[in-house]
Antibody
Framework: EVQMVESGGGLVQPGGSLRLSCAAS????????MSWVRQAPGKGLEWVAS????????YYVESVRGRFTISRDNAKSSLYLQMDSLRAEDTAVYYC???????????WGQGALVTVSS | QSALTQPPSASGSPGQSVAISCTGT?????????VSWYQQHPGKAPKLIIY???KRPSGVPDRFSGSKSANTASLTVSGLQAEDEADYYC??????????FGGGTKLTVL
């Protein structure tokens, strides 16, 4: 059974940092692209970042480029999102859905809530 | 790149059909057949219900169907049931390794 379990969310002050983790199981993690997608409270879905199978290619939405870093550890079947210089508008539930091709997200976890507030 | 455009709300009575539109541009919806639709119930994670414009994942009822014409994709829910009441989001591959989502449509079953 495919599972995605996000962790590392919490309350952080503006300008602070947080690192999200995503533990994947039930599929060959090292063979697939992975992404982070977020959803602000009461708002829609927004793609945040993606990384290819070996981590050599990384892509970001303009609003987080230079502040967020996506990475992966294939030996641990884990995906990460290092978030620096956090802003109030980064407050959201962050998901790490599995991409089955061309950003088709079949499997989703329950997400990790990040709240940026003083 | 802007989000795809969806109507904020849609509604229908049980048994009826309802269509939800998703409008993009010739750089995303109009240029790629990689449009997906997701259903999200309150407090739950999104669920993929349509991919590659009109394909249904295993287990998704055939009451859900997708189509595309030029820069606009559509999701049709036929034979509306109470459990179809949810938020629906479209997405489209937008080239250059980016994906766009729509703003979401709240479907109400009257």
């Amino acid at each position: 059974e495919v599972q995605m379990v996000e962790s590392g969310g919490g309350l952080v002050q503006p300008g602070g940092s947080l690192r999200l983790s995503c533990a994947a199981s039930g599929f060959t993690f090292s063979s697939v692209w992975m992404s982070w997608v977020r959803q602000a409270p009461g708002k829609g879905l927004e793609w945040v970042a993606s990384i290819n199978e070996d981590g050599s290619q990384r892509y970001y939405v303009e609003s987080v480029r230079g502040r967020f870093t996506i990475s992966r550890d294939n030996a641990k079947s884990s995906l990460y999102l290092q978030m620096d210089s956090l802003r109030a508008e980064d407050t959201a539930v962050y998901y790490c859905p599995r991409d089955t091709g061309y950003y088709t997200f079949v499997y989703w976890g329950q997400g990790a809530l990040v709240t940026v507030s003083s | 790149q802007s989000a795809l455009t969806q109507p904020p709300s849609a509604s229908g009575s049980p048994g009826q059909s309802v269509a939800i539109s998703c409008t993009g541009t010739s750089s995303d919806v109009g240029n790629y057949n990689f449009v997906s639709w997701y259903q999200q119930h309150p407090g739950k994670a999104p669920k993929l219900i349509i991919y590659e414009v009109s394909k249904r994942p295993s287990g998704v009822p055939d009451r859900f169907s997708g189509s595309k014409s030029a820069n606009t994709a559509s999701l049709t829910v036929s034979g509306l049931q109470a459990e179809d009441e949810a938020d629906y989001y479209c997405s489209s591959f937008a080239g250059s390794n980016h994906v766009l989502f729509g703003g979401g449509t709240k479907l109400t079953v009257l």
